[in-house]
C-alpha cells in the first residue's frame, strides 16, 4: 500500500488526482493539505481522508507517507517538490516543477541520488489513445518518422471575464510572460519527444497576446495581463523529423483540445483528444496503400479498470498516471516514465522557444548552461 500526501485541494485536485488515487487499491491518500483548510477539509470529507491541515510541512514531515503530490499554484511547485524529496517521499508534481529548466534537472538529480521515483503530470501521454498511438510507432507502423504537428485547443479564457489562474499578476506588464507556451504547451512538446523518438535540436518561435485586459482570480479585478495565450514554433529534432507546435487559451474547441500528428515511411497516425458528442478521444490511421484515414479501435488493456471512451477524460486519462506511477514505486528498479527528467528536457525547449521569441531567432539545443 503506498500512503499519499496531497498539496492543493482545488479543481484539479478533486476533478483527477483524488479521483485517480482512489481507483488504484493499492495507494491509499492519508493526509491533505490547502492554504484555506476549509478546502482542504471539504476534500478530506468528500475522498475519506483522515487528515486535512493547511500546513504542507505536516505532511512532508509525517514517517507514514510515501508519495508527496504537488498540485499547488505553478510558482510554489519546485520548493515544494524539492522539500518531499529532500524527506525521503516520491514525487508527484504537476508542470512545471520549475520555471527553469535547470532546477528541474537539480531536483530530478536528487531524486535519483535518494533512490525515489518522480513523476510530471504531462497528463496526455496517459490517454488511453495515446498509450495504444505509442505501441504502433513503436511496433513500426510509421516506420521513420518525417513530421510530427501537435496543437492545443482551447477557448476557456476567449471570455476576458474568465477568472485567469496560474499567473503572476504582479509581473512587469510591459515584458510579455510566458503562459500557454507552459501551460498547453508541456504535454505537446512531451508528446513530440515521445512519437519522434529523438530529441530536438534547434527551435524557432514565437509568441502573442491577444486579450490584454483579463479578470484576475487573485484579486478578483479586470487588470492588463500581458501573456502569451498564442504561440506557435518549428522544431528540428536530431534525427532529422521536423515538427510544428501551437498552443492557445482563446481557439474555439472543446476540452482538452489535444491533437498530434505524425508522418512517418510507412503510414501515419492522428489522435485527438476532444470530447465531441460524447467521446473522450479518437485515432485513426493512414497508409501508403490506403490514404484515407480510418478510425482505430483502442484496445482495452490501454484502459484503467472500469474505463471507457465515454468517461471523462480528466479521470480517464489520470487514472492511467496514477497506475503508472504506483506501479513505478511498487515495483522499484529503474522504471520511470514522465520523470522529472522528462519534464527538464521540456522545460528546455520550453524556455528555447522564449528565448527564440525574445530574440528573434533559431535557439539551438541544448541550451548552454
Known amino acids: ?19 485517480g488515487y482512489r481507483r488504484d487499491p493499492r495507494c491509499r491518500v492519508v493526509a491533505i493539505a490547502d492554504t484555506d483548510v476549509e478546502r ?3 476534500a478530506a470529507r468528500d475522498f475519506d481522508i ?31 517538490a524539492w522539500s518531499a524529496l529532500e524527506a525521503g517521499k516520491h514525487v508527484l508534481c504537476e508542470k512545471p516543477v520549475a520555471y527553469d529548466y535547470r532546477d528541474t534537472k537539480r531536483a530530478c538529480d536528487l531524486a535519483r541520488e535518494k533512490g525515489l521515483k518522480t513523476k510530471v503530470g504531462l497528463t496526455f501521454r496517459y490517454s488511453p489513445a495515446m498509450r495504444y498511438m505509442r505501441e504502433l510507432v513503436a511496433g513500426g507502423f510509421i516506420g521513420t518518422p518525417f513530421i510530427f504537428n501537435g496543437y492545443e485547443q482551447n477557448s476557456q479564457w476567449l471570455d476576458p471575464q474568465t477568472p485567469l489562474r496560474q499567473v503572476d499578476h504582479q509581473a512587469d506588464q510591459s515584458v510579455l510572460q510566458v503562459s500557454s507556451l507552459e501551460g498547453y504547451g508541456a504535454p505537446i512538446i512531451d508528446l513530440a519527444h515521445l512519437f519522434v523518438g529523438a530529441d530536438l535540436s534547434q527551435v524557432v518561435g514565437t509568441m502573442r497576446n491577444f486579450i490584454p485586459d483579463r479578470m484576475v482570480r487573485a484579486t478578483n479585478k479586470m487588470m492588463r495581463m500581458n501573456i502569451d495565450d498564442g504561440d506557435m514554433f518549428l522544431g528540428e529534432f536530431a534525427n532529422g523529423a521536423l515538427c510544428s507546435i501551437q498552443t492557445s487559451f482563446v481557439t474555439i474547441g472543446n476540452y482538452p483540445g489535444i491533437e498530434a500528428r505524425v508522418y512517418g ?52 486519462f ?32 520550453i524556455n528555447a522557444v522564449e528565448r527564440s521569441f525574445r530574440e528573434r531567432r533559431w535557439v539551438a539545443l541544448p541550451l548552454s548552461p
Open 1 to 19: 500500500m503506498v500512503r499519499v500526501g496531497v498539496l492543493g485541494a482545488g479543481t484539479w485536485a478533486r476533478a483527477a488526482h483524488l479521483p
Open 265 to 316: 515511411s510507412a503510414g501515419a497516425l492522428i489522435c485527438r483528444l476532444v470530447e465531441e458528442d460524447g467521446i473522450a478521444e479518437t485515432l485513426r490511421a493512414a497508409t501508403p496503400d490506403q490514404v484515407e484515414f480510418r478510425e482505430l479501435e483502442i484496445p482495452a488493456r490501454c484502459y484503467p479498470p472500469g474505463g471507457t471512451r465515454t468517461e471523462s477524460w480528466r479521470t480517464l
Open 40 to 42: 482542504a477539509r471539504e
Open 318 to 349: 489520470y487514472a492511467n498516471l496514477v497506475g503508472s506511477f504506483i506501479t513505478e514505486i511498487l515495483a522499484g528498479g529503474a522504471a520511470n516514465e514522465g520523470d522529472f527528467g522528462d519534464g527538464a528536457w521540456v522545460q528546455e525547449v
Open 50 to 80: 483522515s487528515t486535512a491541515t493547511s500546513d504542507p510541512r505536516e505532511i512532508l514531515s509525517r514517517d507514514d507517507i510515501d508519495l508527496v503530490d504537488v498540485c499547488t499554484p505553478s510558482q510554489t511547485h519546485f520548493e515544494l
